[in-house]
């Protein structure tokens, strides 16, 4: 038998043929604590202390979504899903709301403030979601049968 040659371990940044790089998921951990710590302070008050006669709706999901976040800091692939709806409803509001809105010259104080804050969601997560994956994943892998 000839000797086995033990393999090096790979390098943060390299990755196998079908997974996302070490670097990667540091790089989503990251991004669900900031969203974790954000939430200490924007999502929980509201929760804890609620104002009387809220609705609480919006308070709720953001609630539910930092909760979610917390799951991300360890399970950062499985709770992409969570990077993708923010995606894709900040792209959809810009596309749809915002920037016809600016174009049309209907700016005011608050859709400055939406623009930046809810205009730099789809440049921040298509930055630092993982494309590749979501691709063999979500697109291109068989669907789950239906019976």
Same mark, same amino acid.
């Given at each position: 038998?000839?000797?086995?040659?033990?393999?090096?371990?790979?390098?943060?940044?390299?990755?196998?043929?079908?997974?996302?790089? *070490?670097?990667?998921?540091?790089? *989503?951990?990251? #991004?669900? *604590?900031?969203?974790?710590?954000? =939430?200490?302070?924007?999502?929980?008050?509201?929760?804890?202390?609620? &104002?009387?006669? &809220?609705?609480?709706?919006?308070?709720?999901?953001?609630?539910?979504?930092?909760?979610?976040?917390?799951? =991300?800091?360890?399970?950062?692939?499985?709770?992409?899903?969570?990077? /993708?709806?923010? @995606?894709?409803?900040?792209?959809?509001?810009? /596309?749809? @709301?915002?920037?016809?809105?600016?174009?049309?010259?209907? =700016?005011?104080?608050?859709?400055?403030?939406?623009?930046?804050?809810?205009? #730099?969601?789809?440049? *921040? @997560?298509?930055?630092?979601?993982?494309? =590749?994956?979501?691709?063999?994943?979500?697109?291109?892998?068989?669907?789950?049968?239906?019976?």
């Amino acid at each position: 038998m000839a000797p086995t040659v033990p393999s090096s371990p790979p390098r943060p940044w390299e990755r196998g043929e079908n997974e996302v790089s *070490l670097v990667r998921l540091y790089v *989503l951990r990251a #991004n669900y *604590l900031l969203w974790v710590v954000a =939430g200490l302070f924007m999502a929980l008050p509201p929760l804890i202390q609620p &104002a009387p006669g &809220a609705r609480g709706m919006m308070d709720s999901m953001f609630g539910g979504l930092w909760v979610m976040g917390v799951f =991300g800091l360890r399970y950062p692939l499985q709770m992409l899903p969570i990077f /993708l709806f923010e @995606f894709v409803w900040k792209t959809i509001w810009v /596309l749809a @709301f915002g920037l016809p809105q600016w174009m049309a010259g209907a =700016g005011s104080p608050r859709l400055s403030n939406d623009l930046i804050s809810i205009g #730099n969601g789809p440049i *921040l @997560f298509g930055l630092i979601i993982p494309w =590749g994956y979501v691709w063999r994943n979500y697109v291109k892998a068989p669907a789950e049968r239906w019976r």
